[in-house]
């Protein structure tokens, strides 16, 4: 009878589940994560990203240098991996350069092994960049993602790629979390003929299969498995390794005890999990199924706007549309770079002269105060308008909305269709969106980084913002004053405070700009006052 082969148990949880925090755990997290991982006898530990752009700020796990590493004292007993997107290496344009400035000799580091994560199209451009590692004396994984979009052949494909590298593990990831355990033999099975290696696969918990499939993996060959503590990663997470280590220790294909791991998941990561909420939910359930990249689900649930019919009206939408790879321009409404130049014939002059202009932003102080906010338009009756189809005061108390953004208006476009009030949007966008509106007014919209200029048909925009677009229209017809809420803004060093901040300050240069003033509490360099103060 033949001996049940070891399966390799890498866990991931520091750099997966950054996706959560930025990368940004306490050292005593960190310290007793490792800790437990030894005492358990884990076989690797990805302690996180090798990032090569700092461009923002982000925890110690998404770049986790050497320095880093060599303070925590990890013993020799565990393999330390880290993990490299496939993208930053190609796109550098010299990957054996970039490798060489981001690696040291590998007996100058505590890091074993690397594991590229790569689209199909990038996996030949990475064999400079594993030669080098190999030449350094690391051991090279790499991860085909996306793997339910690749047939057969082309799995079989990337595992002689593989073998071609020299590559000690190839590894398969079902980005999206919609393969069925079913559907885990073929894919492994293709894969083992190409490489003719020891396989593997990152497996995520969208439709709550991560565990059957991880085993399903290991039945048809996979002797390398991902996993995290309490499923913590990307999207609804990973197959948990407090779950997967008891079968495979049932199934005699691992000695990893599970005692050392109780702290960590019932103190560490269930005070994290509360915070950040991750798991399987119906969202992640539909996303896997339409082959959408769950990090739109991700967005989409703290944007805060949404309610949970519209989430899923948004994901049906890409369904539609395409949504396999992650745009965050189709969220957040903001384009750089774009060209937009759309004509309108509406003449927008004076549809609001002499009348105060309320505008209702999307964060939390609109939807916290929102029976102040409504009580407030009762007694002063300004003209209100809202940003996109959704608003957090009701919808009979909005008298006109703004939509300039194509993917935004892509997403909302049932919503948008079924307003009842007048749309300022441009025809010509909403044409191409299939959206009709009952009451359209077709002013056009362009962008310019000189800032702000308005015309009756057309409003230049220094950015692609519905808030900006707004203003705009405020102003442009005739508005005395304009007061917002729910423009609470951002920590300054996010870029979206930056933009928008941009927005007020390039809106105020405008020749007669109405004054702007938010009536809510705004981090924003704008004129305050208070929804509770006289007029």
């Not at 590894?171 to 003719?196: N, Q, T, V």
Request: charged share 20%; aromatic share 8%.
């Amino acid at each position: 009878m033949t001996t049940p082969s070891h399966v390799t148990l890498v866990d991931c949880t520091l750099r997966d589940g950054g996706y959560y925090n930025d990368w940004d755990y306490s050292n005593e997290l960190i310290t007793h994560y490792v800790d437990s991982m030894v005492r358990a006898g884990v076989d690797v530990i990805e302690m996180g990203f090798r990032q090569l752009k700092a461009d923002k700020y982000l925890g110690p796990t998404a770049w986790t240098t050497d320095a880093f590493l060599q303070q925590l004292n990890i013993p020799s007993s565990i393999t330390v991996a880290v993990m490299m997107n496939a993208k930053d290496v190609v796109q550098s344009g010299d990957s054996a350069r970039t490798i060489s400035a981001a690696f040291v000799e590998k007996k100058k580091s505590r890091v074993d092994m690397i594991r590229f994560a790569a689209i199909h199209s990038e996996v030949d451009a990475l064999a400079p960049a594993v030669a080098t590692l190999h030449t350094l004396g690391y051991r090279v994984a790499i991860n085909l993602m996306q793997v339910s979009d690749r047939s057969p052949e082309e799995i079989r494909a990337f595992g002689k790629q593989c073998k071609t590298m020299g590559v000690e593990v190839a590894y398969i990831a079902d980005s999206f979390g919609g393969l069925r355990p079913h559907e885990l033999a073929p894919i492994m099975h293709a894969l083992a003929e190409g490489f003719e290696g020891p396989v593997g696969c990152h497996l995520h918990d969208n439709m709550t299969y991560a565990l059957s499939s991880t085993l399903a993996a290991v039945d048809a060959g996979a002797t390398w498995v991902d996993a995290t503590i309490l499923g913590m990663g990307r999207g609804p997470g990973n197959v948990r390794t407090e779950y997967l280590a008891p079968e495979l220790k049932r199934l005699g294909r691992s000695n990893i005890d599970v005692m050392p791991l109780v702290n960590l998941v019932s103190r560490d990561f269930t005070n994290l999990q509360r915070k950040h909420e991750w798991g399987s939910n119906l969202y992640y359930f539909l996303s896997a199924n339409y082959g959408i990249h769950p990090t739109y689900v991700m967005e989409l649930t703290k944007d805060g706007r949404y309610a949970p019919a519209q989430i899923v009206g948004a994901l049906e939408h890409l369904n539609e549309h395409g949504g396999a790879q992650f745009d965050r321009n189709r969220l957040v409404g903001i384009t750089a770079g774009r060209v937009v130049n759309y004509v309108g014939t509406f003449d927008a002059s004076s549809w609001c002269a002499g009348k105060d202009v309320l505008i209702i932003g999307p964060g939390d102080e609109a939807r916290t105060k929102k029976v102040e906010l409504e009580q407030f338009i009762a007694q002063h009756k300004p003209v209100v308008i809202g940003l996109g189809a959704f608003s957090a005061i009701n919808q009979s108390l909005i008298d006109a909305v703004a939509v300039c953004h194509p993917e935004r208006a892509a997403l909302e476009a049932t919503a948008i269709s079924q307003l009842q009030c007048p749309v300022f949007a441009p025809s010509a966008l909403l044409n191409e969106l299939d959206i009709t509106t009952k009451q359209p007014r077709d002013v056009g919209v362009a962008i310019s980084d000189a800032g702000f200029s308005l015309a009756p048909t057309q409003a230049t925009l220094p950015r692609l913002l519905s808030a900006a677009y707004a203003l705009a229209l405020a102003a442009q017809g005739g508005a005395k004053r304009i007061l917002v809420a729910g423009f609470d803004g951002f920590s300054q060093d996010d870029h979206r405070f930056q933009e928008m901040d941009d927005v007020f300050a390039k809106f105020a240069q405008l020749n007669n700009a109405p004054q702007v003033v938010s009536i809510t509490r705004t981090r924003f360099n704008i004129e305050r006052s208070s929804m509770f103060a006289p007029l």
